[in-house]
T-cell receptor
Framework: GENVEQHPSTLSVQEGDSAVIKCTYSDSASNYFPWYKQELGKRPQLIIDIRSNVGEKKDQRIAVTLNKTAKHFSLHITETQPEDSAVYFCAASKGTGGGNKLTFGTGTQLKVEL | KAGVTQTPRYLIKTRGQQVTLSCSPISGHRSVSWYQQTPGQGLQFLFEYFSETQRNKGNFPGRFSGRQFSNSRSEMNVSTLELGDSALYLC?????????????FGPGTRLTVL
């Protein structure tokens, strides 16, 4: 089955710096790659997603890039703020027969320091 | 629209008991997926229901089961509870059944098995 690896497991940055989280997936049939943010004690919330027919997507300070050949996708957060501190999960989902099943990475604890 | 709701929010059981968790999706959403979240294993897919039919199942023992009703509400049941079943159980709803649709998570049910 699908396997998603995520690195790093923890990331500490200074406020205003950029943060990059990387994920790789194993199933070449995967075609949907969402990123979720989970604050302590709260539910995961979608922050950005990308589909396999697109190489890059940006939403204000957040961007995601996808390299289908390498089976690799990354989350980029610019101008980090303290409220960006949370656990971030990448995930992958495949089309035909996959339904809405998401395979998650192991998460990255991002800490933005003042 | 009201978000995804889950009941109960907290549950304490003892080994050998069984438990039923409930999930009410966003109105109009027909797909409900269940995930188990633990510190050690992260977010793991349990199963997905769409139009009252189980479409996907994760790698969990048969003690874990679920169902979906005609109004799209879903329940999951865990029989013969084990200590390792202690986890946050999250459900997520999506408007359609194919991959590439945003999934909205509920607040989760925190299950503790003593």
């Amino acid at each position: 089955g699908e396997n998603v690896e995520q690195h790093p497991s923890t990331l500490s940055v200074q406020e205003g710096d950029s943060a990059v989280i990387k994920c790789t997936y194993s199933d070449s049939a995967s075609n949907y790659f969402p990123w979720y943010k989970q604050e302590l004690g709260k539910r995961p919330q979608l922050i950005i997603d990308i589909r396999s027919n697109v190489g890059e997507k940006k939403d204000q300070r957040i961007a995601v890039t996808l390299n289908k050949t390498a089976k690799h996708f990354s989350l980029h957060i610019t101008e980090t703020q303290p409220e960006d501190s949370a656990v971030y999960f990448c995930a992958a989902s495949k089309g035909t027969g996959g339904g809405n099943k998401l395979t998650f990475g192991t998460g990255t604890q991002l800490k933005v320091e003042l | 629209k009201a978000g995804v709701t889950q009941t109960p929010r907290y549950l304490i059981k003892t080994r050998g008991q069984q438990v039923t968790l409930s999930c009410s999706p966003i109105s109009g959403h027909r797909s409900v997926s269940w995930y188990q979240q633990t510190p050690g294993q992260g977010l793991q897919f349990l199963f997905e229901y769409f139009s009252e039919t189980q479409r996907n199942k994760g790698n969990f023992p048969g003690r874990f089961s679920g169902r979906q009703f005609s109004n799209s509400r879903s329940e999951m049941n865990v029989s013969t509870l084990e200590l390792g079943d202690s986890a946050l159980y999250l459900c997520a709803s999506s408007p359609r059944g194919e991959s590439g649709n945003e999934q909205f998570f509920g607040p989760g049910t925190r299950l503790t098995v003593l």
